[in-house]
């Protein structure tokens, strides 16, 4: 007996409104990921910002930051592998937690080189374990049906706090010291354990939050581990977010070093609001990404982070005006929404049943690494040759072929809702 089209296309849009999980737990995870941006805000400008009133050289400081970006490339795959592998999600997410805290008391009381070393490594071990088990956690709390909903919820958490964190600890630093900033990053890591508490264990399906389907679901076509690498939809994916980070690591950073030569008195001033926000309009759109993700697609979506972004470099291009370069950055807010939804969200479709979503996880991560890390030393080079105009119009071209490669070659992923539970 063969379906009706319209029951058809009903299941394949329409997604389940009803979550396994407790109202404890998903609240849980809201504040969890609230708690998570806040402490990681300090970790950000921060860092140079103190180390710098602490008489460090900016050589050192830079060799630090490399250290930590090295690192946390390096892990972002064996994290992945490893929250695949761990059964305690929410152990391995308090772990951590713990090394957040352990590596600002670091920077605090001893800022010497040897230990900052020790804490940036700490610190990047803390950022490559975090974003899997949030994600983690996420899928095994609502799985496939609700995962986009609560990415967005999740995206939103985020970046509301962060705005409100860099807000608060740069009235710290303004009012006490830039010491008292990672003070308070340690003292936040306990309302973070408390939010981690509120995620009851037995609400967290294990086997989904490794991406594989509950135990009693199990199919033949499961995905082995090696054939992980050989996923053509995953490969593609990670072409495209690397693409999107090459276009965008260095269009505000460029912008920043145009405005401190034009616009020297009001740099400073712009460049804040240019980072604040963008914020606001994540917490604004990030929950309407998430529904349209069910009813849209994955696909389109994705393109309208590459429109946006090329939209966003050609403006650059063409002007340094204030208003204009504040107005456009609010196209960074979309794109980041989009983005932080999508990029879980994509990689849970292509790694369903396989077990290794973690893995893939980190995999994307690395992408992300590569294209942002390129992004700014090939920008870089190009502002000093041939000038700042020329440099966004290469990002803008990087993002142009990263709309050319979804349209080309990225499939639809979003599965249909017969697949969903």
Excluded at 33 to 55: E, H
Excluded at 84 to 97: G, N, S
Excluded at 213 to 242: D, G, K, M, P
Excluded at 389 to 397: D, E, N, R, W
Aim: charged letters at 10%; hydrophobic letters at 55%; one cysteine or more.
């Amino acid at each position: 007996m063969t379906s009706l089209p319209g029951k058809r296309a009903a299941e394949t849009t329409a997604p389940a409104t009803v979550s396994r999980a407790s109202s404890r737990s998903l609240h849980g995870l809201d504040w969890f990921a609230f708690f998570v941006a806040d402490i990681q805000t300090g970790w950000g400008p921060f860092v140079a910002l103190y180390l710098t009133s602490v008489a460090w050289t900016q050589l050192d400081i830079g060799l630090i930051l490399t250290i930590g970006t090295l690192v946390t490339f390096a892990l972002q795959i064996p994290a992945g592998a490893l929250v695949d592998r761990v059964p305690a999600k929410r152990f391995l997410a308090a772990l951590a937690v713990a090394s957040v805290s352990g590596s600002a008391l670091l920077l605090v009381v001893w800022p010497t080189f040897s230990v900052v070393v020790v804490a940036k490594v700490l610190h990047a071990i803390a950022s490559c374990l975090l974003g899997p088990t949030l994600a983690a956690i996420s899928l095994g709390l609502v799985g496939h049906a609700l995962l986009s909903v609560r990415l967005g919820r999740n995206a939103r958490f985020l970046s509301l706090g962060n705005a409100i964190a860099a807000g608060v600890m740069g009235a710290f630093g303004y009012f006490f010291s830039n010491r008292a900033i990672f003070l308070l990053t340690a003292a936040l890591c306990v309302p973070t354990f408390v939010a981690l508490t509120q995620i009851r264990p037995e609400d967290i399906d294990l086997d989904l939050a490794r991406g594989g389907v509950r135990a009693n679901e199990r199919r033949s076509s499961l995905h082995t581990f090696h054939s992980l690498v050989h996923n053509r939809s995953l490969l593609i994916f990670a072409s495209a977010v690397l693409l999107f980070q090459l276009a965008n690591a260095a269009a505000l950073p460029t912008m920043a070093g145009l405005l401190a030569t034009r616009l020297p008195e009001t740099a400073t001033l712009i460049l804040s609001i240019c980072i604040f926000a963008p914020q606001f309009v994540v917490v604004a759109i990030a929950p309407w990404v998430g529904l349209q993700a069910q009813s849209w697609g994955r696909r389109p979506l994705l393109l309208l982070c590459f429109v946006a972004l090329s939209i966003r470099c050609v403006v650059f291009a063409a002007t340094s005006a204030p208003y204009l370069v504040v107005a456009v950055q609010l196209l960074d807010g979309i794109s980041a929404a989009t983005l932080g939804v999508l990029v879980p969200l994509v990689i849970a479709d292509v790694m369903r049943g396989s077990g290794h979503f973690n893995f893939a996880q980190g995999v994307v991560g690395a992408a992300v690494g590569i294209g942002a890390s390129l992004s700014t030393t090939l920008a870089g080079y190009v502002a000093d040759r041939l000038g700042s105009a020329t440099a966004f119009l290469f990002l803008a071209g990087a993002a142009a072929a990263g709309f050319v490669l979804v349209i080309a070659l990225m499939p639809e992923t979003r599965p249909s809702q017969s697949a969903d539970r």
